[in-house]
C-alpha cells in the first residue's frame, strides 16, 4: 500500500474534523468495494467544520482503496493546498467541486464518478429513464450539465451551479455521476441510489426484450414518495457499511 507521509495524527485535529475525515476515507474505501473507482481519477470531496471554507480530497496519485483520513488533502475553495502534504491534487478533479461546495451550504460532501454504467447513461439521449423503482426515486432530484471538456475551465463553474440548482443528484452529459449531502452518507446514498438506477438501465436495455413500462402516474406518485424518509435511512444505511469496511480493513481509520 501507497502511504502518505504524516501530516498530523487523529489527536492533532479536531474531534469534527478527523469525523469528517474518516468518514470520507471510508466512502473512498466504499467506492473502490462497489468497483465504482477510475484508477486516481474521480473526487470525493467534504468541507472542514469551521469557518475557514476549507475541504478534504483525495491526494493524486494514491488509489481509492489506498485512502486513509490521514492522507486527505486539505485545500481551499481556488483547490489550493493549505497544510503541508508530500501528495499534490487534481485541478481538474476540485473544479466541479469548487463550484458545487461555494454555490451549495448544503453541500457539505460532493462525490463525482465515472462509472461504466454512468457514464454509459450519460451518453444515452434519454438521459435516466423511469424503468425501474430507482430511477423513479432518484428522478426528482436529478438535474442535467451538458459536457464542456475536461474540467480545467472555471468559467464553466457557475453554468454548472445554475443546472445543478437545488438538486441532489446530476448527470453530467457524456461524462459521469455528481451527488452531494447535508453529510458524507448523506451524498453516499445518494450516489449509490444513482448508480444503482444507471445500472439497472444499461443491463434492462441490453436485455432486448420489450419492455413493460409502469404508468404516468405511478411514475409521479413515486417521485413524490421519494421526497419523504431518504434522510432517515442515510445514517441508517451507512452504519452496516461502516460494519462491512470495519470487518475487511480499519486502516481507513489511520
Keep these: ?10 489527536q492533532q485535529r479536531s474531534p469534527e474534523e478527523w469525523g469528517v475525515r474518516v468518514d470520507l476515507a471510508a466512502a473512498y474505501r466504499l467506492v473502490a468495494l462497489f468497483g465504482w473507482d477510475d484508477l486516481i481519477f474521480t473526487h470525493l470531496s ?58 451549495r451550504d448544503d453541500a457539505h460532501c460532493v462525490m463525482h464518478l465515472h462509472t461504466t454504467a454512468g457514464v454509459a ?16 426515486l432518484v428522478r426528482g432530484d436529478l438535474a442535467f450539465h451538458e459536457y464542456e471538456g475536461v474540467a480545467l475551465n472555471h468559467d464553466e463553474r457557475p453554468r454548472l451551479v445554475a443546472d445543478l440548482g437545488e438538486k441532489s443528484a446530476m448527470l453530467l452529459w457524456n461524462h459521469g455521476t455528481l451527488t452531494l449531502g447535508r453529510s458524507v452518507p448523506s451524498a453516499f446514498l445518494t450516489m449509490y441510489f444513482l448508480e444503482r438506477a444507471c445500472a439497472t438501465q444499461i443491463a434492462t436495455l441490453a436485455g432486448g426484450a420489450p419492455l413493460h413500462h409502469a404508468s404516468d402516474a405511478v411514475i409521479e406518485l413515486v417521485t413524490k414518495q421519494a421526497q419523504f424518509g431518504k434522510g432517515m435511512v442515510d445514517d441508517l444505511a451507512w452504519a452496516p457499511l461502516i460494519r462491512k469496511l470495519d470487518r475487511l480493513d480499519q486502516s481507513y481509520k489511520t
Excluded: C
Excluded at 1 to 10: G, K, L
Excluded at 121 to 136: I, Y
Design 121 to 136: 447513461v450519460s451518453a444515452q439521449a434519454a438521459g435516466l429513464m423511469p424503468l425501474n423503482q430507482t430511477a423513479m
Design 1 to 10: 500500500m501507497v502511504t502518505a507521509e504524516p501530516i498530523a495524527a487523529s
Design 46 to 103: 467534504a468541507r472542514v467544520p469551521g469557518p475557514e471554507h476549507h475541504f478534504l480530497i483525495n491526494p493524486y496519485g494514491m488509489t481509492f482503496d489506498e485512502i486513509t483520513a490521514s492522507s486527505l488533502v486539505k485545500v481551499d475553495l481556488d483547490g489550493k493546498i493549505v497544510e503541508p502534504t508530500t501528495y499534490a491534487v487534481n485541478p481538474a478533479g476540485f473544479t466541479i467541486h469548487s463550484a458545487v461546495h461555494a454555490a
